[in-house]
């Protein structure tokens, strides 16, 4: 059974740091593509970043130049380094798996069949 588990979602401060982890079981990681989502309350789950199964990379504008996903093929992980965070980046963050598309991922939700239980990060002072 596919499973993803998130984790090293907290309390920051503004301008500080927070890295992610999205670990699979069940499943080769390194041949799907990952994607990050985000839902704030009250607002839709938006994408943040994916990474293809050759790491090609793709972030949303708004956190492009302060978040930097990876993976660990040989870990079966994923990972988002956030740094520079902001109040607005305050969210619910959940990985997800989807089958590759061509040579490149997409920040759209209905791509990924598989997603996570979500970690929370609270950006606040």
């Known amino acids: 059974q596919l499973q993803l588990v998130e984790s090293g979602g907290g309390l920051v401060q503004p301008g500080g740091s927070l890295r992610l982890s999205c670990a699979g079981s069940g499943f080769t990681s390194g041949h799907y593509a990952i994607g990050w989502f985000r839902q704030a309350p009250g607002k839709e789950r938006e994408g943040v970043s994916c990474i293809t199964s050759d790491s090609s990379t793709y972030y949303a504008d708004s956190v492009k130049g302060r978040f930097t996903i990876s993976r660990d093929n040989a870990k079966n992980s994923v990972y988002l380094q956030m740094n520079s965070l902001k109040p607005e980046d305050t969210a619910v963050y959940y990985c997800?798996?989807?089958?590759?598309?061509?040579?490149?991922?997409?920040?759209?939700?209905?791509?990924?069949?598989?997603w996570g239980q979500g970690t929370q990060v609270t950006v606040s002072s």
């Open positions: 997800a798996a989807g089958p590759p598309i061509g040579a490149m991922c997409l920040l759209t939700r209905n791509v990924y069949p598989y």
